[in-house]
C-alpha cells in the first residue's frame, strides 16, 4: 500500500528550527515509514488507537517523533522532549482534524 506523508504546521515549523543532520535522519526514518508504518512502537492516545513514535536524539536531547496513520495518510504529527514525559502529546493530537 501507498502512504502518503502529510507533515502538520508544528511538525515544519520544529523541523525548520533543527541542524541539517538531524534533519537528514528524520528523513531517513520518514522514508522507513513510508515502506512499513507499523515497525515503530505505538503510543497510546484516547484520540487514535494508530499513533507511534520514532526515538530519536536531536541536538543531543532525546527527543519522539509523533506520527498517526489514517490509512492511507500518514500525519507527521511534531517532535517531542522525551524529559517532558509525552506532557504535549494530548496538545498536538488535538490540532488533528
Do not use: W
Not at 531517513?28 to 536524539?57: G, M, Q, T, V, W
Amino acid at each position: 500500500m501507498n502512504f502518503e506523508i502529510i507533515p502538520t504546521e508544528l511538525f515544519l515549523e520544529q523541523l525548520n528550527k533543527i541542524d541539517n543532520k538531524s534533519k537528514r535522519s528524520i528523513e531517513s526514518k520518514i522514508e522507513l515509514i513510508k515502506i512499513n508504518p507499523y515497525r515503530y512502537k505505538r503510543i497510546h492516545s484516547k484520540k487514535f488507537s494508530k499513533a507511534f513514535r520514532i526515538r530519536l536524539n536531536i541536538c543531543k536531547e532525546e527527543t519522539r517523533m509523533i506520527y498517526v496513520v489514517i490509512d492511507p495518510r500518514i500525519i507527521l504529527v511534531g517532535l517531542l522532549q522525551r524529559k517532558n514525559n509525552y506532557k504535549d502529546l494530548d496538545n498536538y493530537l488535538r490540532k488533528i482534524s
